[in-house]
């Protein structure tokens, strides 16, 4: 917002200024960041033009920005991003349970986890073993395709059990709707 004031000269002699009602902020009319790392490059691209005026090409851009809302792109794309989401939980939802074990482990090592024994060949409450190279973190998943509030309240009880070999715990599924929040 700009003061109702006019504009005033510069000290220098070069220019004018105006106060901004409120100082200056980075960011929008609902506290969200306007750093250079969430900006769109066609405004960002402005910053090679520092101490000189240039137009501005993308001014409906920067007022929706300031404003808090979401441009037209990015809403199709948050909206085209949640249907693919629903597409491949559907598609998972189609793989045999050793399928899903197998797509569960190549998630994980690719993430930087590696597997410590074989897949398929299952523990009690462990179906994937594994450690994260760069720190040395043990981990272990329980894969299951469906499950309920009361199989994930089991394996939870069962983490002290575990504690001196784990530091965490991966209950991957597909189906259902376990009703249960954990925070070590």
């Known amino acids: 917002m700009l003061d109702s004031a006019p504009p005033k000269a510069h000290k220098s002699g070069d220019g004018v200024w105006r106060a901004v009602a409120g100082g200056w902020r980075g960011t929008d009319v609902k506290g969200s960041p306007l750093s250079k790392d969430r900006l ?108 309920t509030s009361r199989e994930l309240a089991a394996y939870v009880a069962r983490l002290d059990e575990r504690a001196d070999l784990y530091s965490r715990m991966f209950y991957v599924y597909h189906s259902g709707a376990p009703n249960q929040t954990i925070s070590a």
């Open 40 to 147: 769109s490059g066609a405004l960002t691209k402005l910053a090679a033009y520092q101490g000189t005026s240039c137009d501005v090409g993308a001014a409906e851009y920067v007022v929706r920005r300031i404003n808090g809302q979401i441009v037209p792109e990015v809403e199709r794309a948050l909206a085209g991003s949640q249907e693919m989401g629903q597409a491949i939980l559907g598609m998972m939802r189609l793989l045999t349970p050793k399928d899903f074990e197998l797509l569960v482990d190549l998630v994980f090592t690719t993430s930087g986890w590696r597997r410590v024994g074989v897949v398929g060949k299952t523990q009690d409450t462990v179906d994937l073993d594994l450690v994260l190279p760069s720190t040395r973190e043990r981990a272990f998943v329980q894969v299951k395709s469906e499950t």
